[in-house]
């Protein structure tokens, strides 16, 4: 996904309007808007403020990445949404636990192929 839709997927899935972000971050709602529509880029300050607000790494919101077969930080956000419902941190033990969890299962799907 390229950085808009990460944008707009992330904001969606939080719970938030562009009115919202916009009246929580001051960033004006056209220029949310122009974000998530691929017309302009946040900056590296704005990006790191939407970062911290939706509680996930700028890497995340850019999609960087390495294609591995580990588990990644973006799974491991993903996963918080679907333990939790909303972005919320998980602890360095739960994420160790899920990293394993989450191997295994790809190791059970690989040799199924």
Known sequence: MSLSNNLRYIRERVGLSQLEVA????????????YERGITNPDPETLKMLAK??????????????????????????????????PRPLTDEDKKNLIKMINLMREIDKDRK
């Open 53 to 86: 607000l939706y509680n996930v790494s700028i890497d995340y919101l850019l999609d960087y990445h390495k294609p591995t077969n580990e588990a990644t930080q973006k799974d491991l956000e993903d996963i918080q949404f679907a333990f939790y419902g909303e």
């Open 23 to 34: 009246k929580i971050t001051g960033i004006g709602n056209r220029t949310i808007s122009d």
